[in-house]
């Protein structure tokens, strides 16, 4: 049992997930790639040489703990209440009522104008996120009494009192039974529609224990499932568990789990988010933010620098999926984009799963985690979902699948399923061995029997014009899970269609499969078609985010596939990438690496969103240094790849012949003279950004055209 009488396991030093303590953002602290530069995993795939515990620390942006989450003490147990009303509404009520009935947020005060009959009515129906609560849990009489001391509870004698029984008052007996008992009731048939926590959550709820989601909340949401007797068991349940990890603070509800740095850049929209990272990148003081690469000695030196760059620590202004999205919390909360699956995900064998799950909790290996995940992907069923909720599927659209609910299972639910155990995984090495994450390889599950990137799967699979959105089959959104329709804004469900669903899913999880993975090297055999529409339909910062994140990747498979491949540190199972690490050929090369994305355009040197001069001196910067390295390697006689067709201009040729759109568009606004002036009066280049950029790209595309083909 893992116990601690400081701020951390949870709290660490911030320097594990911003720039707090090392000022770098380099992954191991010799420039190098997080764990590419040392072997720091063992076969087993279990991290050792983990960094101690230490104390919590601030930053400029606050205190931040688990992977760079920012931090708020442990949630009150339980709430302030009256000894004259009832057990059961100083337990149940009180957690969202108040200890008065006096209200809090969004609960309204009790009773109210209601009547008693109207109060005892509207506690035994529910209404909206209120559960009905039956006599078997509190009888008409108690409420009667309720009601009577609720009135007049402002003039009573004795005032309120604080809940009894809080966990920090329980042994470690107390502890451990409470926490058996609440694992029992987790994993439990939920009394009001058959599920189960553990059908959406992690096996031990760990992510709840880290997440500071206040009694009243996971009350609320419990009782949507579960009597109301075993949701004080799961609410217990969790703080057991904070008591077990040692758990003194925890991450704020708002927090996005893997979010680079903890904090998400700010900016309203697209173009605000790019200028905040061109400053991110300005402070990093990289050269291709903040130079100039002229020669090929500094198109090494700007490899150099973006390779020692590990994407799981720089901010980006990209936001990336909260844990869970609550409507009730607010309008702007009603969206799918969560961890949280829309139809459950149940055991065909409960039995043995559980005791697989068992096994797996008593020793959470990397091992242990890809048996559970095949478990996952083969054993499972949901309850009858896609056979009681469906709309036929019409010709021609969503072939693989007969009906709606099928697609969401397979395409939506399964990944995200695979992401929370994924994520918890991640979470329970981080309580133990602080810093585990960031010593992980660059893919970081290498030795598993098949990829687990399950973020960039979730994306990817809605990349394309998917099932539900409005260009597709409108009338689908009709038979969605009710829970999962619940999450849609308002303007979706009068309308009967979604509006650009792909951008709500795609961006957001492919981002955060590069984040988790910066080479991309372990996913499925979909990946290019993936890229090609994440980089020219759904990655909306794309004037300084996607160029940079898409040379980045090629980056860093220059340095992975040099330093690791032949070792266990290079993925058993990867996707059609794998190509481009053979000896004969070089990343910046390679056929499918998609490396103009972002790279065609100048943007407006006057803009007013966006600071024009920056952002073309970073696109610049990034152009010649893939251009210079790749003419050194065709001098030296590389090769391309064989298939170099235009089909999606995937092939290598077509992706560098649009890097002249770049140079076109320098051209054509140096034309006008207060655009020349606005790039003379930032220092920019025009000479090399534009002459000697247009030859050096024209000299690339003849040695491309001749060079060997295999």
């Keep these: 049992m893992f116990r601690s009488s400081t701020l951390m396991y949870l709290v660490m030093c911030v320097a594990f997930a911003t720039m707090g303590c090392s000022g770098s953002i380099t992954g191991d602290g010799e420039g190098g790639l997080s764990g590419t530069g040392k072997n720091n995993r063992p076969p087993d795939g279990n991290p050792k040489n983990a960094e101690t515990p230490g104390v919590a620390v601030r930053d400029r942006d606050g205190v931040h703990g688990i992977l760079g989450c920012p931090t708020e003490p442990l949630p009150a147990y339980g709430n302030a209440s009256s000894a004259t009303l009832s057990k059961a509404f100083q337990s149940n009520c009180a957690a969202c009522h108040g200890g008065a009935g006096q209200g809090s947020d969004k609960y309204p005060a009790l009773p109210g104008k209601l009547s008693r009959d109207e109060y005892i009515a509207k506690v035994r129906m529910g209404v909206r996120e ?63 529609d058959g599920q189960a926590c553990t059908n959406c959550h992690s096996a031990d709820g760990v992510e709840l224990a880290i997440i500071g989601f206040k009694d009243d909340a996971i009350l609320r949401r419990g009782q949507q499932h579960l009597a109301p007797e075993d ?361 499918n690496n998609q490396n103009s994305a972002g790279l065609r355009n100048a943007v407006d040197p006057e803009s007013r969103s966006l600071p024009g001069v920056e952002v073309n001196r970073l696109k610049g910067n990034l152009i010649r240094m893939m251009m210079l390295i790749s003419q050194d390697q065709l001098k030296k006689g590389m090769p391309l790849q064989q298939d170099q067709n235009d089909d999606h201009c995937l092939s290598v040729i077509c992706q560098t012949r649009a890097l002249r759109g770049y140079v076109n568009d320098l051209k054509a606004q140096t034309a006008k003279a207060s655009a020349r002036a606005a790039y003379e009066a930032k220092g920019f280049d025009l000479n090399l950004y534009e002459t000697q950029t247009a030859s050096l790209i024209a000299d690339v595309l003849a040695r491309m055209e001749a060079a060997p083909r295999r």
């Excluded at 005032?159 to 007996?173: F, N, Q, R, T």
């Excluded at 107390?174 to 048939?189: D, P, S």
């Design 130 to 192: 209120m559960p009905a609560f039956s006599a078997a849990f509190v009888t008409d009489d108690q409420l009667a009494s309720d009601f009577d001391n609720l009135k007049k509870l402002p003039n009573q004698p004795g005032g309120l009192e604080m809940a009894a029984g809080a966990p920090d008052s329980w042994s470690d007996a107390q502890v451990e039974e409470i926490y058996r008992n609440g694992l029992q009731t987790w994993r439990k048939a939920g009394d009001v």
């Design 231 to 591: 949701a004080l068991k799961v609410r217990d349940f969790i703080h057991a568990q904070r008591r077990r990890l040692g758990i003194a603070e925890v991450c704020s509800p708002d927090w996005r789990p893997f979010q680079p740095g903890g904090r998400v850049l700010p900016g309203n929209n697209a173009a605000e988010q790019d200028a905040s990272f061109v400053e991110e990148l300005q402070r990093h003081k990289l050269m291709v933010a903040t130079g100039k690469v002229v020669t090929l000695e500094d198109a090494n030196k700007a490899l150099a620098e973006m390779q020692a760059i590990d994407m799981r620590k720089l901010p980006i202004g990209i936001a990336l999926p909260r844990w869970s999205e609550d409507k009730f919390n607010g309008p702007e909360h009603r969206d799918i984009n969560d961890y949280m699956a829309p139809v459950p995900t149940a055991p065909n064998r409960p039995q043995e799963y559980f005791a697989m799950e068992d096994e797996y909790l008593q020793n959470p290996t990397d091992a242990a985690l890809y048996k559970l995940l095949d478990e996952n992907r083969k054993n499972m069923n949901d309850l009858g979902y896609t056979q009681n909720s469906t709309v036929p599927a019409v010709p021609g659209n969503c072939p693989s699948f007969s009906n709606s609910t099928a697609w969401i299972k397979k395409r939506i639910t399964e990944p995200k399923r695979l992401n929370v155990i994924v994520a918890a995984h991640l979470f329970r090495e981080e309580i133990k061995n602080p810093g585990a994450f960031y010593k992980r390889p660059i893919s970081p599950f290498p030795d598993a029997p098949q990829a687990v990137s399950p973020a960039f799967f979730l994306g990817g699979f809605a990349i394309e014009p998917p099932c539900y959105d409005d260009n597709n089959y409108p009338n689908w959104i009709k038979s969605f899970p009710a829970g999962f329709r619940a999450e849609f804004p308002e303007t979706d469900l009068v309308r009967g269609t979604v509006t650009n669903a792909t951008d709500r899913i795609t961006h957001n999880w492919m981002m955060l499969g590069q984040v988790l993975d910066p080479s991309l090297i372990s996913t499925d055999g979909m990946q290019t078609n993936k890229l090609h529409y994440w980089a020219f339909r759904n990655f909306t910062q794309k004037e300084a985010h996607l160029p940079f994140t898409y040379v980045h990747r090629m980056a860093t498979q220059v340095k992975f596939w040099k330093e690791v491949r032949g070792t266990g540190l290079f993925p058993a199972k990867t996707g059609p990438f794998d190509e481009a690490s053979r000896e004969w050929l070089h990343p910046f090369l390679a056929t």
